[in-house]
């Protein structure tokens, strides 16, 4: 019966965003950003949903019941930080420049080197974002189904593909209406049924106020910080986010659009901490077995609330790997590849043709990430940590700053990834939970040193940025095009226009 009704919620989904696929009507201006006309409603919806994953449901419950609330929430609260900042200086500068894709960012703003490599690195950040939510619908199908783990991500993500192949950002965005009113009415709903059965019970020393979670590194405070610093911060280089906040008809829209996002986000994630926490302290639950989650809902809960919580969960995987399927595909052929937009009639837009098919090799490496790393929550933040170290210089400072220069650019990005690399070789533990990815087994780093290797990725890879820019020359060109696209927009003309190579 519960998978049963889960399934009614994906064959919605699935009607929902095949239908609106005619609105592409075979321009990829459509496609990769709606025709930059989505409201508020719509991108607020859609940056909730790509925020509200199940890497901070599943993964955050998972997360808060093993080592305390601000182990699991801070994935959630960090996305949400994201989301202010982005609200408060980003959203609408980046929609005014008229941008595809953030890869386009850094083409505009530095040289084609740069444009290359930050797609690479994005690219790399958001496959394992897609596998981190492919791991949550795997291990769903597995415990409620006879499907295996791995039959169970490569259904998930056919079923993503379906509509996402269609659609684009529209088929993205319609359907993200659909997996927001789900999970928000499962998570008020789950909230008043454990505290009408229950309560709301918090083991000792592992609630919200329980400050020791972020000051004693004995308790996790720099898993814990690192947790926070790579989704607030980090998580500003997301295609994905962007990506809506390039559709938005308006700055304005974009801006409101983000604070809307980041209170659903954070207050989403608090109440599935604070539900995990309860059924660890009074049912006993722990995730040894299986997602702390799937075990409440089929052992306790209701029948009805399961399906309910369950389509939520699932709503929420399907709606974050939909925006990263679409994101890194565009990323792919347009700032990798270098195929342009083109709109004269009687030819085939070739951005939109060969999006679409660089979205199963994309999917592809999902898959394999999501087998090889079956951790919900990690991912996540693995994703971002990646994008903290390498990225957050050249994009930050590459908007706001005029001395960076296209060399600081690929320095920073080149030392941050080599020394978030080597940590992660080189440490045991990652967020926690043993290192399966990358670890070679070493004297020279413990476990305790997990956390701390995130922030001084960060510090190394921005110094790189900082210290480079200033001993070298910047290239006038490179803050110009950056400028005229932004005035222009400002202006009311359509930004990117006059930059046929940018289109």
């Not at 918090?202 to 972020?214: K, N, S």
């Not at 290797?453 to 950056?482: C, H, M, N, Q, Y």
């Amino acid at each position: 019966m519960i998978i049963a009704g889960v399934a009614l919620t994906v064959l919605l989904v699935l009607v929902v965003g095949i239908a609106v696929a005619r609105k592409i009507d075979g321009d990829s201006a459509n496609y990769l950003v709606a025709g930059r006309q989505l409201g508020i409603p719509l991108v607020a919806v859609a940056l909730t949903t790509a925020a509200v994953d199940s890497n901070a449901t599943v993964g955050n419950t998972d997360l808060s019941s093993a080592y305390g609330f601000w182990a699991g929430a801070s994935l959630a609260i960090g996305l949400a930080i994201c989301l202010t900042i982005a609200g408060l200086f980003l959203a609408r500068p980046m929609n005014r420049m008229g941008l595809f894709t953030l890869g386009d960012f850094f083409a505009r703003r530095y040289n084609r080197s740069v444009e290359v490599v930050a797609s690479v690195l994005m690219i790399f950040a958001f496959t394992i974002l897609l596998a981190g939510n492919l791991v949550a619908c795997g291990f769903l199908l597995e415990y409620f189904t006879p499907m295996p783990y791995d039959v169970g991500v490569v259904l998930a993500v056919l079923l993503v593909l379906a509509y996402t192949i269609g659609g684009g950002l529209f088929s993205d965005a319609y359907t993200a209406v659909i997996q927001a009113i789900i999970t928000v009415v499962a998570t008020i709903v789950l909230l008043f049924w454990v505290m009408a059965e229950y309560g709301i019970s918090i083991p000792a020393g592992m609630g919200p106020f329980d400050f020791g979670q972020l000051t004693d590194t004995s308790q996790g405070a720099a898993i814990n910080w690192a947790t926070l610093i790579s989704l607030g911060i980090g998580d500003l280089v997301a295609i994905d986010f962007m990506q809506r906040i390039f559709g938005a008809k308006s700055p304005e829209v974009a801006r409101k659009s983000c604070f809307i996002g980041a209170g659903f986000t954070a207050t989403v994630g608090i109440i599935w901490a604070l539900v995990a926490l309860t059924a660890s302290s009074v049912l006993g639950l722990t995730s040894d077995e299986a997602p702390i989650m799937y075990q409440l809902l089929d052992g306790y809960a209701p029948a009805l609330l399961a399906i309910l919580v369950l389509s939520g969960v699932v709503a929420a995987s399907f709606s974050t790997a939909s925006g990263a399927i679409l994101a890194t595909a565009a990323v792919a052929v347009r700032n990798i590849a270098g195929v342009r937009r083109e709109v004269e009639p009687g030819h085939a837009d070739p951005l939109l043709r060969w999006t679409r098919v660089a979205m199963l090799p994309v999917v592809a490496i999902g898959i394999f990430l999501a087998i090889r790393v079956s951790q919900t929550g990690i991912l996540l933040t693995l994703a971002f940590d990646l994008m903290l170290a390498c990225l957050i210089a050249p994009f930050l400072l590459g908007l706001f700053w005029k001395r960076s220069t296209s060399t600081a650019a690929l320095v920073g990005a080149g030392v941050g990834f080599v020394v978030r690399v080597v940590l992660l070789v080189l440490t045991p533990t990652l967020y926690g939970v043993p290192n399966d990815l990358l670890y070679v087994d070493n004297s020279l780093v413990g476990a305790g040193f997990d956390g701390w290797a995130t922030l001084v990725a960060a510090a190394a890879g921005v110094i790189a940025f900082v210290v480079t820019a200033l001993v070298t020359t910047s290239d006038p060109e490179e803050e110009k095009d950056l400028v005229t696209a932004d005035v222009r927009a400002a202006a009311g003309g359509p930004a990117g226009a006059a930059e046929p190579d940018l289109v």
